[in-house]
C-alpha cells in the first residue's frame, strides 16, 4: 500500500495538539504521538520515520510480527497496548519496551520474570479502567495502587504511569471526566508513593486527542486518523 499521505497526517495531528497545548499552557514537545499501526502494513514504517514519528504501537503480538521484521522496525520505539495474555510475554519483553497495558497482578510477574532472564528492563504502564464500563480492561481506580506497588518493587519493571482508554461517544467533551480522573489518580500516587520518574499518562485516541491533550495526556494513541487512507 502507498501511505503516502502519512507525512500530511502527522502534520495536522502535531498542529491540532499544539492548538490543544496552547489552550493548557502546555509544551507541544511534552506530548509523544504513538502511532498505532495494528490495521497497516509492514509499508507504513518507512512513512512514519520519513514523518519524524519515532513511536508505533500493536496490540497483539501475531498482528506485529511481520512489521518488526521489517528493516526499519529497529528505528522505532515499540509499544504494546493490547491486552497481553502471560504466555505472550516472552514474545513481547525482547521487542517492545514499553507495555501500555499492565491491568493484573499476574501479568506484571511474568514481565518481571521474563526481562530478568533477558537482563531487560520493561517501561510498564497499569492500565485504569476510569469510565468503569464492564467491556474494557484495567483495574478499578481504587485498585491501582496495589498493582502499582508490586510493579515498583518487581526487578526488571519501570512503572512510569498509567494508561485508560475512553468510552465511545459523540462528543469529546464527554470523556474529559475519564482523562481528568487519570490525571488526578496519576499525582495522587506519584506523590503518596514518592514515585519519581511516575509521569507518564497514556491517553486520547483518534476521536478524543485533543480533550486527552489539554488534560495532560503524555502519549497519544492514534491510529485510523493516521495510517487509514
Known amino acids: 500500500m502507498d501511505y503516502g499521505f502519512v507525512p500530511q497526517r502527522v502534520e495536522e495531528i502535531r498542529a491540532r495538539v499544539a492548538r490543544a497545548c496552547a489552550r493548557s499552557g502546555r509544551d507541544p514537545a511534552a506530548v509523544r504521538l504513538v502511532a498505532v499501526i495494528k490495521t497497516a502494513t509492514p509499508d507504513v514504517l518507512p512513512a512514519l520515520l520519513a514523518a519524524g514519528i519515532r513511536d508505533v504501537a500493536e496490540n497483539r503480538w501475531q498482528m506485529a510480527r511481520d512489521k518488526l521484521a521489517h528493516p526499519a522496525a529497529p528505528s522505532f520505539e515499540w509499544h504494546f497496548i493490547g ?38 528492563l520493561v517501561n510498564v504502564l497499569v492500565q485504569v479502567n476510569i469510565s468503569g464500563e464492564t467491556q ?20 526488571g519493571l519501570a512503572v512510569r504511569g498509567l494508561m485508560t482508554m475512553a468510552p465511545m461517544v459523540d462528543e469529546p467533551e464527554d470523556v474529559r471526566y475519564v482523562f481528568t480522573g487519570l490525571r488526578a489518580l496519576r499525582d495522587d500516587l506519584k506523590s503518596r508513593l514518592g514515585l519519581e520518574a511516575f509521569d507518564e499518562l497514556s491517553m486520547g485516541m483518534s476521536d478524543d486527542f485533543e480533550v486527552a491533550v489539554e488534560e495532560g495526556a503524555t502519549m497519544i494513541r492514534i491510529g485510523r486518523r493516521l495510517v487509514n487512507p
Open 136 to 155: 474494557k480492561h484495567g483495574v478499578a481506580p481504587e485498585e491501582a495502587e496495589d498493582l502499582v506497588r508490586l510493579a515498583r518493587d518487581l526487578p
Open 83 to 120: 491486552t497481553l495474555q502471560t504466555n505472550k510475554v516472552k514474545y513481547v519483553v525482547p521487542r517492545f519496551a514499553w507495555v501500555h497495558s499492565l491491568d493484573r497482578p499476574e501479568l506484571a510477574r511474568a514481565l518481571s520474570e521474563e526481562a530478568v532472564r533477558r537482563g531487560a
